[in-house]
């Protein structure tokens, strides 16, 4: 990966959600699913944020999906990690299982 295009912490949370929701990754269930699974409140604006930063670093992209009553006409965002974002993904992992090793005493 290039320099500056790391992931955060949220940043990094995101992603698998996108990942885990796969065809229902809009922004109300990614939303739903990062505060039930994380146990993280997330606000609006931090969610939106990161998804433009992610799609930005193009680690996520979207597309248009189909409208629901609820939304009087207008459609839904549908969210998808790009091949970019996998690897983005793996390379943190690696990352934190190296910096992990050795620590399996002091992290119980």
Known sequence: ?????FLGEFELVVLLA?????DDAHAINLRDHIERR???????GALYATLERLERKGFLEWELDETTPGRGGMPR???FVTPEGIQAVRTSQTMIARLSEGLE???G
């Open 18 to 22: 996108v990942m885990q929701l796969g």
């Open 105 to 107: 005493e002091a992290l």
């Open 1 to 5: 990966m290039a320099p500056g295009t």
């Open 77 to 79: 965002r549908r969210f």
């Open 38 to 44: 994380a146990e993280r409140k997330v606000t609006r």
